[in-house]
């Protein structure tokens, strides 16, 4: 389990160490890490993930 208060280039690392097979978060943070594996530096596929908290705008989609 990562939090959410984690500088985001440390939330990246520890995923990538961890590789979950889940992943779960807000849906703001979600959007960031999307943009972090469009880039490269998020190196991880999880097999389920799920938006918890917040509703996307369409342009988040």
Known sequence: ?????LPLADLV???NRCC??????????????A?????GRLR???AIGELVGETLSEEQR
């Open 44 to 46: 991880i596929c999880p």
């Open 35 to 39: 943009a972090e594996q469009g880039v």
């Open 1 to 5: 389990m990562s939090s959410v208060h």
């Open 20 to 33: 979950p097979a889940v992943l779960a978060g807000y849906g703001t943070l979600m959007v960031l890490l």
């Open 13 to 15: 690392e520890q995923l």
